[in-house]
């Protein structure tokens, strides 16, 4: 006789497996507690715990609270304020909606709730255990609500034996409440643990004070703020200067209409920006707000909320990194002599290792001192054409017919305007301020005056803040890389076809890549075929090579191409030999350049949209300020 199988749960069973996905450390069950309280409008928020939140958590604010009947309901699963119909899940402005956190976690946990409204003389103490309702009682407390949570899966052995020690999950719990604060400004977060005091807030609606406060006052100075709006669609907030890093993406922070989340596409979005500036093996540190209308993110996709979904996954991806690249560019970063090695945190210490030292650091203008310019004017103004045509020989012999006149400067580089912001949660009297925007650096680059050549390799010029040093090799590099993509884009590169084609011979690593990316030679001017085995015949060079040794510089590009793919472990850039065409054809260290000769590329080099670093990443330009060169002649 065939026997009957299935049968419904009884309801703490399904609380308990609810709190499976919803609760899976003391740090998920803190978070569904304090985004209660912000849901609440709170403006205070208190977090109390004991051995990391395993044994204790107590929420406290000064929220609106609840009365007797919503309080005794909001511990029944699905019972929620925040939604009415289905139709309201693509409307959500709340960080709560399901109405599972709280039942979820008092199925595994010793759960007591006191609230209070305002407008009512008494409260409510609710407590639960294992989630079954024990008392329900009147009580005389503030206003606000409190929810305690002890000894966390105290019922679910076989859970609590997979939690880590107290100062992991304190440190969880201290970085998730901390991603709160930095989206809510304007409410007082307070953390302890035990008698100490592990964070505290402001709660001014400032959030570089409360950036300072989670990630500390120094990355809080070296952040600038960025902004892009798009229709409905608004990018805010900062990020770092690229000489402050990390080696992981744990300063990453990203927020859909205030709810913290974890997305590839943004994260993505982000570093593509900060990479395509600053090429390194770090992450940037960054605080993205993206502001959006409900109907067109989906936030109901995964049980913690930490993940969304976008109807216009490449309108976001492109405001966020519009919005990183227009920043850095505006703000002037240029490279500073003094030579800079951030210390790692202990945490970093091990994924550092593999880390090369920096050699540079990046500053902004307005962090240099403010010195008299010099009284003596050029003999020849970097603005005027003759300049320009004395260097523009080289770059006309390197692609035929292509004026710089025709790029306009890029939009990054326009002056915009930042409002500072106030940080009064500063000790005695010093604020924190949004740093003010200084000229843009192709502006700087104009006002440079050129004193001479050291080395016949580096541009020597003097600044209104200083005294600069140009590498006239990478200066010359990102020039023709900029125009040599430029012009690929559009009408293809000059060739020259050779009377009698050049059979090479390759290793079959080398050939396998030239195979690969053989198109990729093809648009930066080199037509090349396969000749069977390893060998290949080159019928056509880029025309600029027609005097130099293009056998050997073709085989450089190939064992660069090879080089790359060793040391990185990964597909080559395909951009990879443009960059090396520009860095083959460019002026070389030791090459000797008139005046008129260095003040035509500095001016080109000012037109480019990246005139920081050349397409590998080395700087173009170091900075010595009078204030530095005081200190060293004891002037200071």
């Known amino acids: 006789m065939a026997v009957n199988r299935i049968l419904i749960l009884d309801d703490n069973t399904a609380n308990q497996i609810a709190a499976g996905e919803v609760v899976e450390r003391p740090a998920s069950a803190v978070k569904e507690l304090v985004e209660n309280a912000i849901d609440a409008n709170a403006t205070q928020i208190t977090v109390v715990l004991e051995e990391g939140g395993k044994k204790r958590i107590a929420v406290t604010d000064n929220g609106i609270g609840m009365t007797r009947a919503d309080s005794v309901l909001c511990l029944q699963r699905h019972a929620t304020s925040k939604i009415r119909t289905a139709d309201d899940l693509f409307a959500i402005r709340t960080m709560g909606f399901r109405g599972e956190a709280l039942p979820s976690i008092a199925s595994v946990s010793k759960f007591t709730l006191t609230t209070k409204p305002n407008d009512e003389e008494s409260g409510t103490e609710i407590v639960l255990k294992g989630g079954e309702v024990e008392s329900v009682s009147e009580v005389a407390v503030r206003n606000g609500t409190t929810m305690e949570v002890c000894d966390l899966f105290f019922n679910t052995p076989a859970r609590l034996k997979f939690l880590k020690s107290t100062p992991s999950e304190l440190s969880r719990c201290v970085e998730m409440i901390g991603h709160l604060a930095i989206a809510n400004p304007g409410i007082a977060f307070r953390i302890r643990h035990g008698s100490i005091e592990t964070l505290a807030t402001p709660g001014t609606g400032d959030y570089?004070?409360?950036?300072?406060?989670?990630?500390?006052?120094?990355?809080?100075?070296?952040?600038?703020?960025?902004?892009?709006?798009?229709?409905?669609?608004?990018?805010?907030?900062?990020?770092?200067?690229?000489?402050?890093?990390?080696?992981?993406?744990?300063?990453?922070?990203?927020?859909?209409?205030?709810?913290?989340?974890?997305?590839?596409?943004?994260?993505?979005?982000?570093?593509?920006?900060?990479?395509?500036?600053?090429?390194e093996s770090r992450y940037p540190i960054g605080v993205i707000f993206v502001d959006i209308h409900p109907d067109m993110v989906d936030v109901n996709v995964h049980p913690t909320k930490t993940e969304v979904k976008f109807t216009r996954d490449g309108e976001v991806h492109h405001a966020i990194s519009q919005a990183v690249k227009q920043a850095l560019l505006a703000y002037g970063i240029?490279?500073?002599?003094?030579?800079?090695?951030?210390?790692?945190?202990?945490?970093?210490?091990?994924?550092?290792?593999?880390?090369?030292?920096?050699?540079?650091?990046?500053?902004?203008?307005?962090?240099?001192?403010?010195?008299?310019?010099?009284a003596t004017a050029s003999p020849a103004s970097p603005t005027q054409p003759q300049n320009r045509a004395a260097f523009s020989e080289m770059v006309d012999a390197?692609?035929?017919?292509?004026?710089?006149?025709?790029?306009?400067?890029?939009?990054?580089?326009?002056?915009?305007?930042?409002?500072?912001?106030?940080?009064?949660?500063?000790?005695?009297?010093?604020?924190?301020?949004?740093?003010?925007r200084p000229k843009p650096f192709a502006e700087q680059l104009r006002e440079f005056q050129v004193l001479g050549q050291a080395r016949n390799t580096y541009i020597i010029a003097l600044t209104p803040n200083g005294v600069a040093v140009i590498d006239q090799h990478?200066?010359?590099?990102?020039?023709?890389?900029?125009?040599?993509?430029?012009?690929?884009?559009?009408?293809?590169?000059?060739?020259?076809?050779?009377?009698?084609?050049l059979t090479l011979n390759l290793g079959k690593r080398e050939a396998l890549l030239l195979t690969e990316h053989i198109e990729s030679f093809a648009k930066s001017g080199w037509e090349i075929a396969p000749f069977g085995g390893e060998s290949f015949v080159v019928r056509a060079i880029p025309a600029v090579l027609v005097n130099k040794p293009y056998e050997q510089i073709l085989r450089d590009m190939v064992d660069e191409l090879?080089?790359?793919?060793?040391?990185?472990?990964?597909?080559?850039?395909?951009?990879?030999?443009?960059?090396?065409n520009a860095c083959k054809m460019a002026v070389k260290a030791g090459d000797p350049l008139g005046m008129e000769e260095m003040r035509g590329l500095l001016e080109q080099l000012a037109e480019t949209e990246n005139p920081y670093l050349c397409p590998h990443g080395r700087p173009i330009v170091v900075t010595i300020s009078f204030k530095e060169l005081d200190k060293q002649f004891k002037r200071a």
Do not use: C
């Open 208 to 279: 570089l004070a409360a950036i300072a406060a989670v990630w500390s006052r120094d990355i809080a100075r070296k952040l600038i703020p960025i902004e892009h709006e798009s229709g409905d669609l608004r990018v805010m907030g900062f990020i770092a200067t690229p000489d402050l890093t990390r080696p992981g993406r744990s300063h990453e922070l990203f927020f859909v209409n205030r709810r913290p989340i974890k997305s590839r596409l943004l994260g993505h979005a982000l570093e593509e920006a900060f990479r395509s500036l600053t090429p």
């Open 334 to 374: 240029v490279p500073s002599a003094r030579t800079t090695i951030i210390p790692p945190t202990p945490a970093e210490t091990t994924s550092l290792e593999a880390q090369p030292p920096r050699q540079f650091q990046l500053t902004l203008p307005s962090e240099r001192s403010s010195m008299p310019s010099y």
């Open 562 to 580: 090879v080089n790359q793919s060793v040391s990185r472990r990964l597909l080559v850039l395909q951009d990879h030999v443009t960059i090396t």
């Open 398 to 436: 390197v692609i035929e017919g292509f004026s710089p006149l025709e790029t306009p400067p890029h939009p990054a580089l326009q002056p915009q305007e930042v409002s500072p912001t106030h940080d009064p949660f500063e000790e005695q009297e010093e604020a924190l301020e949004v740093r003010p």
């Open 474 to 501: 990478v200066a010359h590099e990102r020039v023709l890389y900029e125009r040599l993509t430029v012009k690929r884009m559009s009408n293809g590169i000059p060739v020259q076809r050779l009377v009698l084609p």
